[in-house]
């Protein structure tokens, strides 16, 4: 019989043997739960295993399109980051489709918004939606880039936590965040 520990980390569950009592650290809790990707190919074998988001509430497509104007998509992008350019293209397409503005920013934001939620920095993309007229109010919808239906889903999701839906209720339904990310940038010079 195997014992399971359940991290912090939603989703992330790390099987034990009961004999031995391991301390998982932050640490081990951050690798197992982020996934640094280079190129196309490593990125798509990740997502494989993301399951995909397949029904959807009745007012879905009423609430992206009715939303459109009132809300705006941020992200965060580095050069030569795959998964961001993967998650810019699924949010660009669902932003077309539903009325929404997307765009992305700076690092410098990204750690202070993290920070503000008490989300730890794992690196580029990461999403959020937030009202156009309020910089303060941010819902994250995406940490790595994901499936397209699943982000739609959680666009929805913001919308609603963003117009009055109680956060317990919509945190509860995003889907989880994949953590498929891009790998951080190497350092050059002196050791």
Not at 19 to 43: C, F, G, L, W
Not at 99 to 115: H, K, L, P, Y
């Amino acid at each position: 019989m195997r014992a399971l520990i359940l991290l912090g980390i939603p989703g992330l569950v790390i099987g034990m043997g009961s004999a031995a009592a391991q301390t998982v650290n932050r640490e081990d809790a951050m690798r197992a739960a982020i996934h640094p990707v280079s190129d196309a190919k490593t990125m798509q074998a990740w997502l494989s295993r993301v399951p995909v988001t397949r029904e959807f509430p009745d007012d879905f497509t009423t609430t992206l399109r009715g939303h459109g104007a009132a809300f705006v998509i941020e992200m965060t992008t580095t050069p030569g980051c795959v998964p961001c350019g993967d998650l810019w293209t699924k949010l660009t397409a669902l932003g077309a489709r539903y009325g929404w503005q997307v765009r992305t920013i700076g690092a410098q934001e990204a750690m202070i918004r993290s920070g503000r939620l008490g989300l730890p920095w794992v690196g580029h993309p990461v999403a959020w939606v937030r009202p156009v007229s309020d910089d303060i109010r941010v819902v994250p919808v995406a940490i790595g880039t994901d499936h397209a239906p699943n982000l739609a889903r959680n666009l929805y999701l913001a919308a609603k936590m963003l117009t009055g839906v109680r956060p317990a209720v919509g945190v509860r339904a995003m889907s989880k965040f994949t953590g498929i990310v891009g790998l951080p940038a190497t350092r050059t010079g002196r050791h």
